[in-house]
């Protein structure tokens, strides 16, 4: 089961295995796919993953394993939506907002729409979580 109570500033690769319930090799694997996954790493190296890290592997997770997007389609999909592309700089979910600036999402087949709000809600109910 998922412990999203405890909100820390960044958790190690094992915690977010755990987490997010995918192996940690998937995780090392996706950050040299995904150039939205780049967490930092610690002076022993190791990897520390941010709130906003593990945001982003919840997303790639939906697309690869829920809508069985491939790792290119699932590409695209994070490319049109950036946390550092919002407006404000907020980590919103205005790719999913019926009124976003992003045209290429308006105009999607209705799908992939729908597609996209289930996994806004998906993302809305684990973002209350943590």
Do not use: C, H
């Not at 192996?23 to 709130?51: D, S």
């Not at 289930?118 to 973002?127: C, D, F, G, V, W």
Request: proline share 3%; charged share 35%; no cysteine.
């Amino acid at each position: 089961m998922k412990d999203l109570s405890i909100k820390k500033l960044y958790y190690s690769i094992s915690e977010v295995s755990k987490i997010t319930e995918m192996e940690q090799y998937v995780l090392r694997y996706w950050e040299t796919e995904f150039e939205q996954l780049k967490p930092q790493k610690n002076r022993a190296g190791n990897r520390i993953y941010t709130n906003k890290d593990i945001q982003v592997i919840l997303q790639i997770k939906s697309l690869l394993r829920d809508k069985k997007y491939t790792i290119e389609g699932a590409k695209k999909i994070l490319d049109t939506y950036t946390p550092e592309k919002t407006p404000t700089g907020d980590s919103d979910l205005s790719l999913f907002d019926n009124n976003s600036s992003n045209a290429g999402i308006k105009k999607e087949k209705p799908s992939l729409k729908k597609d996209l709000e289930e996994i806004k809600n998906l993302l809305e109910n684990i973002y209350s979580k943590i």
